[in-house]
């Protein structure tokens, strides 16, 4: 059974900044693509930002909405992955989750077919 766990989810004002934490296990971290997803009160499922670790050599793939915002950073020796969020927005409120799965790429990062989740961690930006 994968163990993988997200923290760092906190209660903000509009324009600060978070850092949310993936620790998992060795079968979690053994996969090639790696992700943030949130999803929010009444709304689907969706994707944040990916990392393809291999053969993609750390490309990453981020949605519109967060784009020059958030970055996914990693710390391969403690098993982490980190989703650093800044000038975040109440639109960003939503429960985030990390992911992971064998492979993805631009058309497919952004799905919700991911085979290990987390069991998310809640990000709320008041104005």
């Known amino acids: 059974q994968v163990h993988v766990v997200e923290s760092g989810g906190s209660s903000v004002q509009a324009g600060g900044s978070l850092r949310l934490s993936c620790a998992g296990d060795r079968s979690f971290f053994s996969m090639a693509c790696m992700a943030w997803l949130r999803q929010a009160p009444g709304k689907e499922r969706e994707g944040v930002a990916a990392?393809?670790?291999?053969?993609?050599?750390?490309?990453?793939y981020y949605s519109d909405a967060v784009k020059g915002r958030l970055t996914i950073p990693r710390d391969n020796a403690q098993n982490t992955m980190y989703l650093q969020m800044n000038a975040l927005k109440p639109e960003d409120t939503a429960m985030y989750y990390c992911?992971?799965?064998?492979?993805?790429?631009?058309?497919?990062?952004?799905?919700?077919?991911?085979?290990?989740w987390g069991p998310g961690t809640q990000v709320t930006v008041s104005s």
């Open positions: 990392v393809l670790i291999y053969p993609g050599s750390g490309t990453t």
């Open positions: 992911a992971a799965r064998p492979s993805c790429d631009l058309g497919s990062w952004s799905h919700n077919s991911y085979l290990y």
